[in-house]
């Protein structure tokens, strides 16, 4: 069978529901996003079709006379009996209305595709019945891309215009919109700042045209998670589609990167422990450069940008440099090696404090006190730790701990090559220093 896709208007058409059990909700729940009438036809409903009618959203018809289907735009079959369902397919067909028999592609006219609703942006998946779990795969994959506000832009588009065919010669109109729907008013209205995108949607039409400067860069400081693409946030993936610089550090995943625009600009900026050939105040310049030059960037950090990421210095930057910058968190290490471990961080009379601290100091404070607020009762998170293992473990036995204490280690969290090491305060030296401990994140 090959189908081919449309939208129907149904602004004061009926559309008919033969069935009052779960399958039929589920094709209610589908129109309710739409302005359609509902008649539902069935002996009984279940409480969440009877409230619909009660609401006045549905109409119930408790018997089947073959008159309902006259003048409907569409049907659907959802009794749960096939006997029954083909008999009501016979009858709507005989009516000249398209119907859907559920789990029956064999009679169905039409297909009820996978929505990703944006309103009045509608994108439509279907597989013609062949393949629902992947139409529901690719809808999750939009999900993610399409900001849930994108719908305000086109509504507010579309209210605006009349006042563009007044004010915006033809000849600019397209480059108007292009910039409306890809530049600055765009990248406003998804970070939130609708009245802002909308006085300069504004401002420009009565301009008569789009601004001719170079749109002002931005920079976000992106949290990629501690590996899996799939951790990170939806918020996330947007800033990666929008960006045209990346700057990422050796920790980030590649499958990660692969969720940025494929003309994105990617520069590896190279930062290891004990080894930064890019120091920071090279970091911080090279992304304030890229932004004055109205680039939108990425500076992709590990885990969350404000645990233990420098953040404070880049956000210094940008703002000296009057450029906007905004932070995108992250899944941080220790919270994804809890979720590995199938742990909770904190537990009702065994740990109700939570402390993430650091194990790697800076130049001026190379042996930072990391285990001050430790002990008894305190889960404590060390990131950056596994060279200073020996000198944590005898802080923490200064603070209380007995040399049992369970201690696990982390590495290379969500990844493909995690690995989890249990061990106790005492041992803490020696099982750190074991093959992969380099890469470990955090101690718990």
Request: glycine letters at 10%; charged letters at 25%.
């Amino acid at each position: 069978m090959k189908a081919f896709p449309m939208f129907i208007r149904t602004s004061n058409r009926r559309v008919v529901i033969v069935g009052g059990g779960e399958q039929a909700a589920q094709k209610a729940r589908l129109l309710l996003k739409t302005d359609a009438t509902l008649v539902l036809v069935a002996a009984t409903l279940d409480d969440e079709l009877q409230t619909l009618v009660g609401a006045g959203r549905a109409q119930h018809v408790p018997t089947l006379p073959a008159a309902v289907f006259d003048d409907a735009t569409m049907a659907f079959v959802a009794t749960g009996c096939p006997g029954f369902d083909a008999a009501v397919h016979a009858l709507a067909r005989a009516a000249r209305c398209p119907v859907n028999v559920v789990d029956r592609p064999d009679l169905c006219d039409i297909t009820t595709p996978a929505i990703v609703d944006r309103d009045p942006i509608v994108v439509a998946i279907g597989t013609e019945g062949t393949a629902p779990v992947l139409a529901r795969d690719i809808k999750t994959r939009l999900e993610q891309m399409l900001p849930q506000s994108l719908g305000g832009l086109a509504a507010l588009a579309g209210r605006l215009r009349p006042a563009v065919a007044r004010h915006v010669p033809r000849a600019q109109r397209r480059a108007l919109w292009a910039w409306v729907f890809k530049g600055a008013p765009h990248d406003l209205w998804t970070r939130g700042a609708e009245r802002d995108a909308a006085r300069e949607i504004k401002d420009a039409i009565a301009a008569g045209c789009p601004p001719q400067t170079g749109a002002a860069g931005h920079i976000a400081l992106v949290g990629a998670g501690p590996g899996a693409r799939d951790l990170l946030t939806l918020r996330a993936v947007q800033r990666l589609q929008e960006a045209d610089v990346i700057f990422y550090d050796r920790l980030v995943d590649g499958e990660v990167l692969e969720l940025a625009r494929r003309d994105a600009e990617r520069v590896f900026v190279g930062k290891h422990v004990g080894a930064h050939s890019w120091p920071q105040d090279r970091i911080n310049r090279v992304i304030v450069a890229e932004a004055q030059k109205g680039r939108r960037v990425v500076r992709l950090k590990s885990g969350d940008p404000g645990v233990f990421g420098r953040a404070t210095e880049e956000l210094d930057a940008a703002r000296a440099a009057g450029i906007e910058i905004e932070i995108v968190p992250g899944v941080t290490a220790a919270c994804a090696a809890g979720a590995a471990l199938g742990r909770s961080l904190t537990q009702r009379d065994v740990s109700d404090t939570l402390v993430l601290a650091t194990g790697t100091g800076s130049l001026s404070d190379p042996f930072p006190d990391s285990t001050r607020l430790s002990g008894p009762g305190t889960t404590t998170a060390f990131y950056m730790a596994a060279r200073h293992a020996g000198r944590l473990a005898q802080d923490l036995t200064g603070r209380g701990l007995p040399a049992t204490a369970p201690v696990d280690i982390a590495v290379d969290v969500s990844k493909p090559t995690q690995r989890h090491v249990a061990a106790t305060v005492g041992h803490l030296p020696s099982r750190s220093q074991g093959k992969g401990s380099r890469a470990a994140r955090s101690f718990l």
